[in-house]
């Protein structure tokens, strides 16, 4: 499984921001939906694109569109959510197909809550979108989902990765790439990512 980690210069600054303790509700959100944007950018950077013509302001003019396959975002609830927004700002058209899942905080498994995936998902390209990867359960678990459903080609957008989780994947789902802001030291004893953002999901929705 190939994990990119983009080490883009804004990409670094805006997550160095993400990691004050200090950091407000509105930027953290902002920051999240921000990155969010770039690492889209960044995983669609070999969608196929074909040749068309249209009538331009001086006549018949010569574009590109892109084709093939239709694109689902999958946001993993909650935290998930925290970067809908960025990540549509680029494919503004893209279905959302959103999954609920709840890591236990005690024994760290992953249980799914809710399963709303778009119709004609085997024709698509889905970009699972979360903040954290920590142990793996909750995005090995959405592409579980996703496979079974019928999708053939995956994709995954974290802010953060710990290597652990990174490893899961490696195991689990070699075909998914990873696109991530950071790849971590490693996990707390609480499974917490270290550095890390602490709870994204608290900070972005002020749970907390
Ligand atoms: C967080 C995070 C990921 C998951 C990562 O969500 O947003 O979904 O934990 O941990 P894992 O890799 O060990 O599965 P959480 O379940 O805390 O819910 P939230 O989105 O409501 O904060
Ligand atoms: N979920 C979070 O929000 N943060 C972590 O570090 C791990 C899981």
Same mark, same amino acid.
């Given at each position: 499984m190939p994990i990119r980690e983009i080490r883009h210069p804004l990409v670094r600054h805006k997550l160095g921001l993400m990691r004050?303790?200090? +950091?407000s509700t509105k930027h953290f959100r902002e920051l999240a939906q921000e990155i969010g944007a770039i690492l889209t950018y960044e995983a669609t950077q070999d969608l196929p694109l074909e040749h068309c013509s249209i009538q331009g302001w001086c006549g018949e003019v010569a574009v590109e569109k892109i084709s093939g396959k239709k694109i689902t975002v999958v946001p993993i609830l909650r935290a998930g959510i925290g970067m809908l927004d960025g990540v549509l700002s680029l494919i503004p058209g893209a279905k959302v197909s959103a999954v609920g899942i709840a890591r236990n !905080? !005690?024994? $760290?498994a992953a249980h799914t809550y809710l399963e709303k995936l778009v119709s004609q998902i085997d024709q698509r390209l889905a970009l699972i979108i979360d903040p954290m990867l920590a142990t793996g359960g909750s995005l090995i678990a959405t592409i579980d989902m996703l496979k079974k459903a019928g999708c053939k080609e995956i994709r995954a957008l974290v802010l953060v990765a710990a290597p652990e989780g990174i490893a899961a994947l490696e195991k689990t789902h070699p075909d998914v790439r990873i696109y991530t802001a950071s790849i971590d030291q490693r996990l707390n004893e609480?499974?917490? +990512? $270290?550095?890390? $953002?602490?709870d994204a999901g608290d900070k972005i929705f002020g749970t907390k």
């Open positions: 004050r303790a200090d +950091i !905080e !005690e024994t $760290l609480n499974g917490y +990512i $270290l550095p890390g $953002l602490g």
